[in-house]
């Protein structure tokens, strides 16, 4: 402490303290624009898919279009590139893939995500997401997923919209619930008939019905069935 005071001496350890701090603002600068050079790949328009050699850890996070086109239909989700995705990528997805593609000394350049309708900037022909890189040859590395867990409820709401013969058998099982669960009393006061052709006969109209309604319904507020869409960037097909 009562030293004398070299000048050289504390301009040296001044340099040094410098120095690293230098290093650590630009090791922090450059982790940075990585970072930034990672989210606007993920808003980029690309078609290279990345072809790598995965370690038998990272094969397990490996679907095909197959897989996820199934998810997507039973479930009434999306499968589009990441630049319709509107919300923002969380910050343990860019991380995750920082260390992707450092553990494999390569740049992932497109990719893909599965998430509800709503959360995509869908365009005009006229809600969970899961972010996938594209291995090519219709496989797709999981990288990260967010959000909750589907409601077990929604396999049971996206099942009549999964595709035509769902739609079809629903709308059917609904009339006979409908005809066939009223109560004897009020079939007779309607038309003194035959219970059960009288049944028969009102299922088959609640159906017409029915089919007629929902049809208009679809189109109107353009919905189709969820084999079509599940991989559209149009809201309204």
């Not at 590395?141 to 739609?167: C, E």
């Not at 189109?219 to 559209?232: A, H, P, V």
Request: proline fraction near 3%; glycine fraction near 2%; include cysteine.
């Amino acid at each position: 402490m009562f030293e004398s005071i070299n000048l050289q001496k504390e301009l040296q350890q001044e340099r040094t303290k410098t120095e690293v701090l230098e290093e650590v603002y630009l090791l922090l600068d450059q982790e940075a624009q990585s970072e930034e050079r990672i989210k606007e790949r993920l808003k980029e328009e690309s078609s290279r898919a990345s072809f790598i050699q995965l370690d038998l850890e990272d094969c397990s996070s490996v679907f095909t279009l197959k897989q996820i086109r199934n998810v997507c239909i039973n479930y009434r989700l999306r499968f589009l590139d990441t630049r319709y995705f509107k919300s923002v990528f969380p910050y343990e997805a860019i991380q995750k893939i920082k260390a992707f593609e450092k553990k494999y000394n390569t740049q992932l350049s497109q990719f893909k995500i599965i998430a509800p309708a709503t959360a995509f900037d869908l365009q005009n022909i006229n809600k969970d997401p899961m972010l996938f890189a594209v291995l090519g040859k219709d496989r797709f590395l999981l990288i990260h997923q967010w959000g909750k867990d589907l409601s077990w409820t929604k396999r049971i709401t996206a099942w009549p919209v999964k595709n035509f013969r769902n739609y079809f058998l629903t709308l059917w099982l609904v009339a006979f619930l409908f005809s066939f669960t009223m109560p004897s009393s009020v079939m007779m006061e309607i038309m003194p008939l035959r219970e059960l052709t009288l049944r028969c006969w009102l299922t088959v109209h609640t159906f017409i019905f029915l089919m007629g309604v929902t049809l208009w319904l679809g189109l109107s507020y353009d919905k189709t069935f969820s084999n079509l869409n599940w991989d559209s960037k149009y809201y309204n097909y």
